[in-house]
């Protein structure tokens, strides 16, 4: 405020009435202004609502062009196509998998509807792989699944969101030309499966690694390494881990090189299910 | 072991066959969204209705189908709920039998005035939404629907839970075999006489008159 605007106000004396009815005011004009936002933000959900209709009818006409495909099985059908066309019909999935996460954003509630289902995680990682190998590829970036697992622990359809950002963020960071290691295990306890996406990628350390899972926050190095980013990815698959009763951790072994003024490790990142 | 009557009542049926016998109705205005013809093709009993009037909702509320896929917007006509939308319905099908199957099945999931609409329905599927995703889905509610040894061990959980104990739980599974094999309803008095008047009399009468239907239709 400028000092002769201080100077005119200083030592003046004001009702309680004046004050109460300040008060008022400031409440009246926050009930516009969240009316104003809420209308806002309904009229984008609205139209991320119609988006997703015509999303449906892509996925219709994508899974009715793949089924005139010759083979008995969706499969075979899949194998007869062109890579072009079978990196379409991914891209496809890929979407669909991405635009699945963004309801939990304004919901998180939205990770625990729905009934839990036994859920084979290696075939659902194993499904993720194969979307996500051209967006890999591009990169020459090799996703390696490995593993043994056969327990089926009991999961909400959200479920795919970890796997997803883990191996969406693993591809985003890793170096060039460096593996990705995906390993599923049953354990360590009964009935529980773990997942681990390990990658060469920028250290994670200090305020970054206390904050990685906050909400919109992007690590000092990441903005360097990946311009695109909204922070919001770990943050949503710890949202759905939460509601699976478990945690995502991070580990990372001492810095192996630096590179371009940025230094990398191996970074890995655990779950476990059930 | 008494339950070995159940088992022994039917055999077991193939998938198959199961998606068959199972009667499906998607709910949504939007056709599309849901691949009610790939479905159709693929060997399931599915209906699609773009809306539910007074008509269509007294024959959900009779039980009609056994499952039934429900979208929250613009699939209620005028005054027929108390919201005007989805949930209305859901609760009135809720009220009327708590033990229909639905599955809530819209892109709102953002919505946190729709919260109620997911928690109260018995599954959610997320649109948009791919062919393999939904017959993974129904098949797991159809086996469960039409499950003799599924239905028997919630029933006999309701009945463990009203303290009877297992010389009844015999009594009640030889009452279903009989009436299934017989193809007759269950009388709720003899019921009554085997269990006693318990708080979840019409529950479990309801629950077994419906498993004896499936071990008749199955056997």
């Known amino acids: ?274 | 072991m008494h339950r070995d009557r159940i088992a022994k009542a039917c055999e077991p049926i193939p998938l198959v066959e199961l998606r068959k016998r199972c009667k499906i109705l998607v709910i949504d205005d939007e056709e599309a969204s849901f691949p009610t013809a790939a479905l159709k093709n693929d060997g399931y009993t599915i209906d699609w209705w773009p809306r539910v009037d007074a008509d269509g909702l007294a024959r959900l509320e009779s039980g009609q189908f056994d499952l039934i896929i429900l979208d929250i917007q613009d699939i209620a006509e005028p005054g027929l709920s108390d919201t005007g939308d989805g949930l209305g319905v859901l609760r009135r099908l809720k009220e009327a039998n708590p033990d229909q199957v639905v599955v809530a099945f819209s892109g709102r999931e953002f919505d946190l005035s729709a919260v109620p609409f997911w928690r109260l329905a018995d599954d959610a599927i997320r649109k948009p939404v791919t062919f393999i995703d939904c017959k993974a889905k129904l098949d797991a509610w159809i086996s469960e629907c039409l499950d003799p040894a599924i239905q028997w061990r919630r029933l006999e959980q309701r009945l463990l839970a009203n303290n009877i104990g297992p010389l009844t739980l015999r009594r009640v599974e030889g009452t279903i075999v009989r009436a299934a094999r017989s193809r007759q309803q269950i009388n709720r008095d003899r019921f009554k006489t085997l269990i006693g008047n318990v708080d979840d009399l019409d529950t479990i009468v309801s629950w077994g008159q419906r498993l004896a239907w499936l071990l008749s239709l199955l056997s």
């Open chain 1, 1 to 274: 405020m400028p000092r002769k605007q201080k100077k005119a106000i200083e030592h003046r004396v004001v009702s309680v009435a004046d004050v109460n009815t300040w008060g008022k005011r400031v409440d009246q004009l926050a009930v516009l202004f969240d009316a104003a936002v809420d209308e806002g933000v309904d009229e984008a959900l609205g139209m991320f609502h119609d988006v997703l209709t015509t999303f449906s009818a892509l996925i219709r006409n994508t899974e009715e062009w793949v089924s005139t495909q010759p083979g008995a099985s969706r499969d075979k059908q899949l194998g007869a196509l062109r890579p072009i066309e079978l990196t379409v019909v991914k891209t496809v999935e890929l979407l669909r998998a991405r635009i699945a996460l963004m309801p939990l954003v304004a919901n998180p509630a939205a990770a625990s509807f729905g009934r839990k289902r036994r859920t084979p995680i290696y075939r659902t990682c194993d499904r993720l792989v194969r979307i996500l190998s051209p967006e890999a590829s591009k990169r020459n970036i090799g996703l390696e699944l490995r593993g043994s697992s056969y327990n089926e622990p009991d999961c909400y359809d959200s479920l795919d969101t970890i796997p997803l950002v883990l191996l969406d963020n693993a591809i985003k960071y890793s170096l060039s030309r460096q593996p990705i290691d995906i390993a599923i295990n049953d354990g360590p306890g009964g009935g529980q499966v773990t997942l681990e996406v390990t990658s060469i990628s920028p250290v994670i350390a200090g305020v970054d690694r206390a904050r990685m899972f906050d909400k919109g926050y992007r690590g000092t190095v990441a903005a360097k390494v990946a311009s695109r980013g909204s922070g919001l990815g770990l943050y949503l698959a710890q949202t759905v881990a939460t509601a699976h009763g478990t945690t995502i951790r991070h580990r990372r072994k001492e810095s192996t090189f630096r590179k371009d003024g940025i230094e990398y490790a191996e970074n890995t990142f655990r779950v476990i299910f059930g």
